[in-house]
């Protein structure tokens, strides 16, 4: 079963072709960080967002696969496995449309 914590639809496409739809769940988990400087560019700072906190993102519970923001799933990747974003990178499968509008797309685990 998948929960949705983003605060828009997924579409996902099933390898039968089924598309599901699943709404948001009303929960949006999102990750806090702070930026820090760690070059420049012809004396342009040059800086990376470094994650320091999830929040809103449940405890796992056996049979929920939790939709979240890629952000978000990069953030927990390696002590999260039931924590998924939407796989839009070009050859993915993604279903596109004008203006590169995403309506359906697989799922990746960080």
Known sequence: ????LCEHDFNIRHNDR???VVEPSGLIARVHGKWETVG???????KRYIPTEVVDLPVKVPGITYLVS????RAVNKIRKDVVAPD???GSGAVKIDGGFIITTFNQYF
Do not use: C, K, L, Y
Not at 40 to 46: S, T, Y
Not at 70 to 73: C, E, H
């Open 1 to 4: 079963m998948f929960v949705n």
């Open 18 to 20: 089924h598309i599901e």
């Open 40 to 46: 420049a560019a012809d004396g342009i700072p040059i």
């Open 70 to 73: 890629t952000a978000v799933a």
């Open 88 to 90: 839009t990178s070009d």
